[in-house]
């Protein structure tokens, strides 16, 4: 489990297909602390395992569904990504509930300045948009984030980026258009299961 607190921005330093299988190499530091081979990173909040380390780099494979379901087969070598290691039993729960199983992805409409916050407006597929809420949690690209408004009849919705998360994730750096992997809470796709409605 993650809590959606990027702890550092990697850098995509190599995409290969390896006997058939997609492969993303990594370069990192904090991300590579204590990881063993086998172990979850979370990549622009996609729950990836570990399947070779160096000493600062780790490498990934990346499996069919997951290059449908994300935006990590549209990424290309020096590309930023946002990284996070599981949740520690004793951690601090910093963010809010995240698996690291993306639900889609949404495109990035417009980054509008607002004093020294930027706005930040999403296009998100009509079936997720039942669970987005105002004042509710959202994973964009693995950030924990608060939404700030929420437009069911355009299909998106805005969140706002104080100055320290604008340099510590990736979101304010992409161009418009870019697609960003989407989790919705956990908990609302439970409730609406068990009201019939997933």
Known sequence: ???????????????????????????????????????????????????????DTFTVEIQPETQRRTNLGDLHAGDRVNLERPLAANGRFGGHIVQGHIDGTGTLRALTPDGPSVIVTI????????????????????????????????NTFTIALITHTQDAVSLAHLPLGTRVNLEVDVVAKYVASLLGRG
């Open 1 to 55: 489990m993650f809590t959606g607190i990027v702890e550092e921005m990697g850098i995509l330093a190599e995409r290969a297909e390896v006997a058939g299988r997609q492969e993303l190499t990594v370069q990192a530091r904090l991300a590579l602390e204590g990881t063993m081979i086998g172990d979850s990173i979370a990549v622009n909040g996609v729950c990836l395992t570990a399947i070779r380390l160096t000493p």
């Open 123 to 154: 296009a998100a597929p009509a079936d997720l948009m039942p669970y987005i809420v105002s004042k509710g949690f959202i994973a964009v690209d693995g950030t924990s984030l608060t939404v700030v408004e929420v437009d069911r009849t355009a």
